[in-house]
């Protein structure tokens, strides 16, 4: 259709072109639309989404204990999170940070015995 076509035609029938052009776009901008989903779940396949749409939580390392209860040796913070009661006490007690360190050395003596 050449540009002197459009200038003979009525103004009903530029609308209805109009229409026409808009509903085949509208259709192939859905078409590619589903296409691109499609391949984005391809991509993503392997992450698992859960039902809200958030993506799972990735897993973390354990933590190694940071800091021992010199008064009962199970009791152990990492130095993440909130302190613990004994922590506080000890802290409240006069005592440093330092102080309750664990030593690393007998900390991984003991991961490989254990």
Do not use: C, H
């Not at 499609?38 to 940071?66: H, W």
């Not at 209860?69 to 004994?86: F, L, V, Y």
């Amino acid at each position: 259709m050449g540009k002197n076509d459009w200038v003979n035609l009525t103004t009903a029938e530029l609308w209805g072109l109009y229409d026409e052009v808009t509903t085949v776009l509208s259709r192939r901008m859905t078409a590619e639309k589903v296409k691109l989903e499609e391949r984005l779940r391809k991509i993503e396949g392997t992450a698992v989404s859960s039902p809200n749409g958030e993506r799972p939580r990735r897993p973390y390392p354990p933590v190694l204990p940071k800091y021992q209860n010199p008064k009962d040796p199970a009791e152990t913070w990492s130095g993440r999170g909130k302190q613990p009661r004994w922590l506080k006490a000890q802290l409240r007690a006069g005592k440093k940070l330092n102080d309750l360190l664990i030593d690393r050395s007998s900390a991984q003596r003991r991961r490989r015995t254990g």
